[in-house]
């Protein structure tokens, strides 16, 4: 595919400047950061986790603190390790990210609200859901001050606070947000956009949780029929939504 097309040629791209260039070269570091990218989107995530790792060593070495490449690839190397199930180390290096950004940054710069979004949503991963909440109704409040109503992220920031807010119970509070954010989406987001779709099974999943089965099966059978369409039989996402389906279904001939 063209991710393993890409890998090949980043690979090569990397052989040749490390017998040509000198490690703290600019350009070594960011075709390795390229590379490791190419490694996660493969799912070959131990590979990107090592290079990302030389990578930051290099950069703790070589650039200040508050350098934004040194922050941008710890970030990346968070993912990664979030990814690979590594989720202390994960929180460790967001908190990192975000106490460095918080101290350089001002408080409504996109750079600062990622980092903290991130953190809230591995924070989530961990177990440390009160943390996730009070981090997400914070990037929500300025989110909502500084972008317009239908930004990506601030629709992303609503969608990880909902996510919390069910996690403690706050179903409620949860179907408002998961409302908005899902007319939103409607309105600049295609139907089979994956946003969407996840909008929308959370949205179903909170209406289940409240007692609204006949209105969480209906948004299921839309969100199966699209994803029926667009991804593979075995797709995590896919079945993920069948199975919700199937467990309300059955709720449902129960009562």
Avoid at 100 to 123: D, F
Avoid at 214 to 237: G, N, S, T, Y
Wanted: proline share 3%.
């Amino acid at each position: 595919g063209q991710v393993g097309k890409a890998i090949e040629l980043l690979e090569h791209v990397v052989a040749v400047q490390q017998t040509v260039l000198a490690e703290e070269h600019p350009d070594q570091p960011a075709s390795l950061h390229e590379l490791a990218r190419a490694y996660s989107e493969d799912r070959q995530v131990r590979k990107a986790i090592r290079l990302l790792e030389h990578i930051t060593a290099v950069g703790q070495r070589l650039l200040p603190e508050e350098h934004p490449d040194r922050l941008i690839t710890q970030q990346v190397l968070a993912e990664a390790y979030e990814t690979d199930g590594q989720v202390r180390k994960a929180v460790e290096l967001q908190e990192r990210v975000v106490e460095v950004r918080e101290r350089v940054l001002a408080e409504e710069h996109p750079e600062r609200l990622k980092s903290q979004h991130a953190l809230a949503v591995v924070y989530l991963a961990d177990g440390q859901v009160r943390k996730a909440i009070e981090l997400l109704e914070h990037v929500v409040a300025v989110r909502q001050i500084v972008l317009v109503e239908d930004h990506p992220s601030r629709l992303a920031s609503k969608h990880a606070l909902a996510f919390a807010y069910l996690a403690v119970g706050q179903v409620r509070k949860a179907i408002e947000l998961l409302e908005h954010v899902e007319v939103r989406q409607q309105m600049v987001l295609a139907e089979e956009h994956p946003d969407r779709l996840a909008s929308q099974h959370e949205l179903a999943r909170a209406y289940g949780r409240d007692g609204q089965v006949q209105r969480a099966i209906e948004l299921l059978e839309h969100v199966v029929a699209v994803k029926q369409r667009v991804l593979r039989e075995d797709h995590p996402e896919r079945l993920k939504s069948q199975s919700l389906l199937a467990t309300f279904a059955a709720k449902r001939r129960r009562s």
